[in-house]
């Protein structure tokens, strides 16, 4: 009886266990593995152990990439989470309307980040674009430009759909934590007389705060994989001006034929995702 | 938040620290409905824009970019679904996304079925070799996995995209429906077991329905994802005939480059079966996607 419930459960678990270590763990394996060599794709491997990742620390494109990807983890601790954050704490002091609210700043969520791109690209365009229009009509036509080709503005055109479509997601985490506030704690403040920010700062936060981590991993794991932006609105340009980790790896890897190279940004992006959970969940939360 | 009951101005004897809070929650709740609303307007607003630009050829859109549009002739959207071929990406996408839902679901709902009732050695590292799937960058993936799928021939076919889909939505599937049928009262298994059910019969005849919200919690997301998805199918897929929705509409910016009011239209396109599905199914989706969060 033991084991033919044995064999039962391993009829069961089989399949997806096997799929999953085809098409998700061996490629997995195999990036790690290939970043170890000097291929092209197509032609004989050369082991050359770990001078792809030496050359990568000397590459200034890909240190710049790295920047931008950071300069988007700041945005995310700076800017989506604080965002998301205030919208989830007034729908949670009760407004008016909360049904709508809630469904409309979750929509971009749902939408995709190609349909999010494209609209951005109308919001940038030089000539119809809301931006430029916008400048028009109040006067400061001078300060018109081609927001996505202009070295001094691009990086921060790509980001701002990065940083506005997900601003929704982190409100409902940000939300569904502060639900678990028990009302006394909140009470007890109100009764205190204690201000606005200070209740936020000193009630508040401390009681989420396992939620905003998990709100700042969601976002860092976001800042390596959401590239869909680059690809789409500037393709890295100009002159690497706007290159993130993930296009970098892509153009490596698909259009210079430097498979190798390629493969050992995805690790390193890998191994940064994953150190930077494991040390803001252990850093943050032995705190507490 | 509560309220202490109302205290007219005219009683004296109100601190004057109290009037001063009174005040700045009052200023408060103002600034709380700009900021919603005025936010929610923004986003609206661009949604609605972006409607309005799709009823507008281009002389309009350059002349008046903001107005509202002088007739409202759909030739945008019936070029962009016939001549533009979105009606074909549309059908791809569809086949594609409920392929990948239901084989996901099924290859999710069987192993979580394992995991989730029934002790044995090696179950923790099981459960936690899915779930580390869902620490990584999926995306960082993108070589491996495209070579992989040229080795045995399914680049570039629809075939192929549901395959990578079903893989890369396997740990949140199981993440969700492990987590669900956990919380299923082993009682109901016993009486099965009791009437002399075998396995397959307790997975499909007892699991399966009580499981239904968190398969349908499941599907949507992986739906919504599948749907959605664009840097593995610009990889995967070179040919006309197997593109998915969002890579036709990013093949809008090249091949109608300044026919925006056409680019405008797919882009209505493509989002509306997503808007509907958000929609009618809100509360699950949000359940779903802060699922684990919280508890922390």
Not at chain 1, 164 to 184: K, R, T
Not at chain 2, 250 to 261: D, E, K, L, M
Request: hydrophobic residues 55%; positive net charge; aromatic residues 16%.
């Amino acid at each position: 009886m033991a084991l033919q419930r044995k064999w039962i459960l391993i009829l069961f678990a089989a399949p997806t266990v096997l799929f999953y270590l085809f098409f998700f763990i061996s490629p997995l394996l195999n990036t790690v593995y290939n970043s170890l060599f000097d291929w092209n794709g197509l032609s004989d491997k050369t082991f050359i152990f770990i001078d792809n990742y030496i050359n990568l620390f000397q590459d200034e494109i890909f240190i710049r990439s790295l920047k931008n990807t950071f300069y988007w983890v700041f945005l995310v601790l700076f800017v989506q989470i604080p965002f998301g954050f205030f919208l989830a704490y007034f729908l949670y002091l009760k407004v008016k309307g909360f049904k709508f609210l809630r469904t409309v700043f979750f929509i971009p969520v749902v939408t995709s980040t190609v349909a999010v791109a494209l609209v951005f690209s109308f919001i940038y365009e030089p000539n119809f674009g809301i931006i430029n229009a916008f400048l028009r009509e109040i006067g400061l036509g001078h300060l018109t430009t081609a927001w996505l080709s202009d070295e001094l503005t691009a990086m921060t055109a790509v980001s701002v759909p990065f940083v506005w479509q997900n601003i929704g997601l982190m409100m409902v985490i940000i939300y569904a934590g502060l639900q678990s506030i028990p009302d006394e704690i909140i009470e007890a403040g109100e009764i205190d007389g204690v201000g606005f920010f200070q209740k936020i700062i000193h009630i508040v936060i401390p009681m989420i705060k396992n939620v905003l981590i998990v709100c700042l991993v969601l976002g860092v794991t976001y800042a390596f994989k959401l590239f869909d932006y680059v690809l789409l609105l500037t393709n890295g340009g100009p002159i690497h001006r706007t290159e993130v980790t993930g296009t970098y790896m892509y153009i490596k890897g698909f259009q210079e034929l430097n498979y190798g190279y390629g493969n050992s940004i995805a690790v390193t992006m890998t191994i940064i995702v994953l150190f930077l959970s494991v040390i803001i969940n252990k850093g943050l939360k032995s705190k507490g | 938040m509560k309220v202490e009951a109302p205290v007219t101005e005219r009683q004296t004897n109100i601190p004057a620290h109290v009037k001063k809070t009174r005040k700045k929650e009052r200023n408060l709740n103002i600034f709380k409905y700009i900021f919603l609303w005025g936010y929610a307007l923004i986003t609206v607003g661009l949604f609605i824009w972006v409607t309005l630009t799709a009823f507008k050829d281009n002389t309009q859109i350059f002349t008046n970019p903001f107005g509202l549009p002088e007739s409202y002739s759909f030739s945008n959207f019936a070029e962009a679904w016939t001549g533009a071929n979105m009606s074909q990406f549309f059908v791809n996408s569809l086949i594609v996304s409920v392929i990948s839902v239901s084989l996901c679901l099924f290859l999710g709902a069987t192993l979580s079925f394992v995991i989730a009732r029934f002790r044995f050695r090696g179950n923790g590292l099981l459960y936690a070799l899915f779930v580390l799937g869902l620490a990584i960058p999926l995306q960082s993936l993108i070589l491996p996995i495209f070579f992989r799928m040229d080795n045995i021939g399914l680049r570039d076919s629809l075939l192929g995209l549901i395959l990578v889909y079903t893989a890369l939505n396997l740990p949140k599937t199981v993440f969700l429906l492990v987590g669900f049928m956990k919380g299923i009262p082993s009682e109901l298994e016993e009486a099965a077991i009791i009437d002399g059910c075998g396995y397959w019969k307790i997975f499909s005849k007892v699991i399966v329905p009580i499981s239904k919200p968190g398969l349908a919690t499941a599907g949507i997301l992986v739906f919504i994802a599948a749907w959605n998805e664009y840097v593995f199918a610009t990889v995967l897929i070179s040919s006309d005939a197997a593109r998915t929705l969002p890579l036709g509409l990013a093949s809008f910016q090249t091949s109608y480059a300044s026919a925006y009011g056409l680019i405008a239209a797919g882009v209505v396109i493509s989002v509306i079966p997503v808007l509907i599905v958000y929609i009618l199914l809100q509360e699950q989706i949000i359940k779903g996607m802060t699922a684990g969060s919280v508890k922390g």
